[in-house]
Nanobody, 116 residues
Framework: QVQLVESGGGLVQPGGSLRLSCVAS????????MGWYRQAAGKRRDLVAT???????NYGDPVRGRFTISRDNAKSTVYLQMNDLKPEDTTIYYC??????????WGQGTQVTVSS
């Protein structure tokens, strides 16, 4: 059984930085991609960033240039470095793992709050 555990959320002032981590465990032999999504109350879950098994990355427009996704294959971990955080980045962030053929797994979410 696949499990994702996120960490690294918290409270930060505008302009500050946070790094989220997501550790994957279970029967994972290859991945299509891992990534981060975020969802505010009453809204849809939006793309933040993804990274494929080959290392290709994709970012949502609101975070491009400020956030960086990376992966440590040895640790089965994906990271999201978030810089220049803004109040509008405040929401719950979810880790996603997609493995062949097309199975999706989600973490429990971690809260990020940007406020002075």
């Amino acid at each position: 059984q696949v499990q994702l555990v996120e960490s690294g959320g918290g409270l930060v002032q505008p302009g500050g930085s946070l790094r989220l981590s997501c550790v994957a465990s279970g029967s994972i032999f290859s991945i299509n991609y891992m990534g981060w999504y975020r969802q505010a109350a009453g809204k849809r879950r939006d793309l933040v960033a993804t990274i494929t098994g080959g290392g290709n990355t994709n970012y949502g427009d609101p975070v491009r240039g400020r956030f960086t996704i990376s992966r440590d294959n040895a640790k089965s971990t994906v990271y999201l470095q978030m810089n220049d955080l803004k109040p509008e980045d405040t929401t719950i962030y979810y880790c996603r793992l997609n493995i062949p053929p097309r199975s999706d797994y989600w973490g429990q979410g971690t809260q990020v709050t940007v406020s002075s």
